[in-house]
């Protein structure tokens, strides 16, 4: 059974770097699938922040892509969010993601159960 | 950035009922089409991907259909485990974005 498991301060301090990692079990980091990061402000709905792949490959939203990297560490089998520069409009329930790619068919089926990290000082 | 529209926003619905939400895509994203479901407090969970298969465990009350930029989500007979949020989301474009969702409450 595949799980994710996110961890990291849930506390930032306004202009700080928020640092998230997602550790995952049941599969390997190294598989073909994709690894991604989603946030959810509190009562709206999913925004997708970035993605990447085991080779090192990494897509970012663009609304975010001056502020974001992700990288992994195969050797923990998990993977982190780097966002720098915050504000309160980035607080929000922070999830990590398997985005699972079958030819034609793509969709993100396993999830970590998200942290919530509050921007304030 | 490819904007998906749901519709209802939310919808009042009883244990039985036969429920349809549907999602709108602003420009053609083929069958790249996703339905999630969200309850309060959980991470979401993947219904059908490319906009009519079902995912692996998921009851088949639930069904997908659609093409381009008109898609639907169907639940043939409510259960009550069915009252939630559900999000459409596409990965045709770039970056993946979802629906804003629609509630699902108890009439």
């Known amino acids: 059974q595949v799980q994710l498991q996110e961890s990291g301060p849930g506390l930032v301090n306004p202009s700080g770097t928020l640092s998230l990692t997602c550790a995952v079990s049941?599969?390997?980091?190294?598989?073909?699938?994709?690894w991604i990061w989603v946030r959810q402000p509190p009562g709206k709905g999913l925004e997708w922040i970035g993605e990447m792949f085991h080779g090192g490959t990494t897509n970012y939203n663009p609304s975010l892509e001056s502020r974001v990297t992700i990288s992994v560490d195969k050797s923990k089998n998990h993977f982190s969010l780097k966002l720098a520069s915050v504000t309160a409009a980035d607080t929000a329930m922070y999830y990590c993601?398997?985005?699972?790619?079958?030819?034609?068919?793509?969709?993100?089926?396993?999830w970590g159960p998200g942290t919530l990290v509050t921007v304030s000082s | 950035d490819i904007q998906m529209t749901q519709s209802p926003s939310s919808v009042s619905a009883s244990v039985g009922d036969r429920v349809t939400i549907t999602c709108r895509a602003s420009q053609s994203i083929s069958t790249w089409l996703a339905w999630y479901q969200q309850k309060p407090g959980k991470a979401p969970k993947l219904l059908i991907y490319?906009?009519?298969t079902l995912q692996s465990g998921v009851p088949s009350r639930f069904s997908g259909s659609g093409s381009g930029t008109h898609f639907t989500l169907t639940i043939s007979s409510l259960q009550p485990e069915d009252f939630a949020t559900y999000y459409c989301?596409?990965?045709?474009?770039?970056?993946?974005?979802f629906g804003q969702g629609t509630r699902l409450e108890i009439k």
């Open positions: 989301q596409q990965s045709n474009g770039f970056p993946p974005t």
């Open positions: 049941g599969a390997s980091i190294s598989s073909n699938d994709w």
């Open positions: 993601a398997r985005d699972f790619r079958d030819g034609y068919n793509t969709g993100f089926d396993y």
């Open positions: 490319a906009a009519s």
